[in-house]
């Protein structure tokens, strides 16, 4: 069954990339926050990125039109599943939060809908547990930012229908993502990995091993990543970062996930990273 109708969960960074992508691909897309000024914010959010897409010649100003038109906001959280294909839920990482919200939109959404949770690490069997049907829940875990970002990670959990994951991988796939599947699993597959790398670079620029950007360039020009894990910590936030490192030190009993004190200061002193415009790197807006 083809997705023309999406309903985005949350209208922060996270959010409005998915609304944004969603849009860009031809579906009318709700974006929701329990806020009408935060949900305008992330369509505002959404336009900004669409004109720099567009000076940078790599989004046709028609195209960058129409998506916007295509992106409607709401505080009606009835009102934005009613009648969606696909829910992407992309509220922040607490889990009785995205268990509530998968238990109310249950009853609204149609029976056909794709419920997908954009968690980087919680259980999806936990959340799917809160839905009527669990069969229609998956992880759709997509990496900032969602516009320039290729990797979609799928994540299935027992209770998920084949079908759910095939039509979820081709909607991944219409959206221009490289597509994966991993199993429920603590930090899937894109988090368990990226995290390790991040919070021994915290470690190391804690000891006093390297400045942020030299670590970071150690990365880039030795082992040809786009970009070093400690930039990567403050697009994703700090305090994201920090919640899924808790997260994974409880679930693997494995000390490398573990936060190092650098990190709970930072994230202490309000040092987010780009959101709050300052972590490893200052930031502009």
């Known amino acids: 069954m083809e997705i023309r109708t999406a309903a985005v969960l949350g209208a922060g960074t996270m959010g409005s990339g998915i609304a944004q992508v969603c849009a860009l691909a031809g ?8 806020a009408a000024e935060r949900a305008a914010a992330g369509r505002d959010a959404v336009a900004r990125s669409l004109k720099r897409g567009v ?25 934005a599943v009613a009648g969606a294909d696909l ?14 919200l998968f238990k109310a939109v249950s009853s609204p959404a149609p029976l056909h809908a794709i419920l997908a949770t954009n968690t980087s690490s919680l259980p999806i069997a936990r959340i799917a547990e809160a839905a009527t049907r669990p069969e229609r829940v998956l992880g759709m875990h997509f990496f900032n930012p969602v516009p320039v970002m290729k ?19 081709a909607f991944g796939r219409r959206l221009g993502k490289e597509v994966i599947v991993v199993r429920d699993a603590p930090g899937f597959a894109s988090s368990r990995l990226g995290l390790c790398l991040g919070m021994e670079a915290i470690r190391m ?8 950007e030299d670590v970071d360039k150690a990365m880039v020009f ?25 997260h994974l030190a409880r679930a693997l009993g494995a000390p490398q ?12 002193e309000g040092r987010l990273g780009k959101k709050s415009g300052r972590g490893f790197y200052a930031w502009d807006d």
């Not at 000076?55 to 009102?79: P, Y």
């Open 222 to 246: 030795g082992y040809g990543h786009p970009m070093g894990p400690l930039r990567l910590t403050d697009l994703v936030g700090l305090d994201v970062r920090l919640a899924i490192g808790e």
């Open 27 to 34: 579906c009318a897309t709700r974006l929701y926050d329990v």
């Open 151 to 169: 990797l979609l990670e799928l994540v299935a959990a027992e209770t998920t229908a084949p079908e759910t994951v095939e039509r979820a991988r």
């Open 87 to 100: 829910v992407v839920e992309a509220a922040p990482e607490d889990l009785e939060l995205k268990r509530k």
């Open 205 to 212: 620029v804690e000891q006093g091993v390297a400045s942020p």
């Open 55 to 79: 000076e940078k010649g790599k989004v046709a100003a028609a195209d960058a039109d129409a998506a916007l038109a295509r992106i409607a906001t709401t505080t009606d959280l009835a009102a």
């Open 257 to 268: 996930f573990e936060p190092p004190a650098l990190l709970r200061r930072m994230v202490a």
